[in-house]
């Protein structure tokens, strides 16, 4: 008998991910700055190129705006009440923004207004990681990484608060909370890396009581990446390239 096809409604979620080794970014479709910045929680202060954020502490020698950790919480809350669009990079401390040169400033409002880059946007002082750029849907999401770990941590962390999530709701689980959840390492996130770089569909379903799989699909290169998820029955017809199991 032929394997029955699974409908849209059985994946949990979808993440659309193109890796651009190059220039250091990646696009995203279906990843949220909520679940970007739950995984950076670490992270000292966020320098803030484009936002509406009206509680933010005001930099003088740059001119811009910032959030330090502990009000990140408050910062996500307003931007669920009100969605805009966000351009922001991490930094470690304030008086490291006093040290950015003319040009350095000049770099990061051409980011902010065209959403690409002069040079790759890593600054000595700042010592960022990353930098995020989405619209007020998120429909299409791009952010530069300093280091390729940091992509494969983001998206293992991602699936996982999915499963987490998907677990408190489960009675099943509610029952036997001793039971260790599955989860997507960033070592089997790093095996796909050559695949990442054409674009490809990451579809999570539960493949029983207790485990769970990542349907990995490789997308033709015309696809637009903000349609990719308006049009998932279209390419969840194509069988998946590969399946991890959790």
Same mark, same amino acid.
């Given at each position: 008998m032929a394997k029955k096809e699974k409908e849209i409604e059985e994946y949990i979620t979808h993440l659309y991910v193109h890796v651009n080794e190059i220039e250091h970014f990646v696009l995203f479709s279906g990843i949220s700055v909520q679940q970007f910045i739950r995984h950076f929680s670490d992270l000292s202060a966020l320098l803030l190129l484009k936002h509406r954020y009206e509680e933010a502490s005001f930099n003088i020698h740059t001119q #811009?705006?910032?959030?330090? /950790? %502990?009000?990140? /919480?408050?910062f996500l809350k307003d931007f669920t009440e009100r969605s805009t669009a966000l351009c922001f990079l991490d930094f470690t401390d304030e008086r490291k923004l006093n040290m950015l040169s003319p040009q350095e400033q000049a770099e990061l409002l051409y980011i902010a207004h065209k959403k690409e880059t002069l040079r790759l946007p890593f600054y000595h002082h700042l010592q960022n990681r990353f930098v995020y750029l989405t619209d007020e849907s998120q429909e299409i999401t791009k952010i530069y990484f300093r280091d390729t770990e940091d992509f494969n941590h983001l998206v293992a962390s991602v699936f996982n608060q999915y499963i987490n999530e998907k677990a408190k709701t489960t009675a099943f689980w509610r029952k036997k909370n001793n039971i260790i959840l599955p989860e997507l390492t960033t070592e089997k996130v790093e095996t796909y890396a050559d695949y990442y770089e054409d674009g490809v569909l990451m579809s999570l379903f539960k493949m029983g009581k207790t485990n769970y799989g990542i349907e990995i699909r490789s997308l033709p290169e015309n696809i637009f990446p903000d349609e990719v998820l308006g049009d998932l029955k #279209?390419? #969840?017809?194509?069988?998946? %390239?590969?399946?991890?199991e959790l």
């Open positions: #811009l705006e910032f959030v330090v /950790n %502990d009000e990140f /919480n408050r #279209l390419h #969840l017809e194509k069988s998946a %390239d590969f399946i991890i």
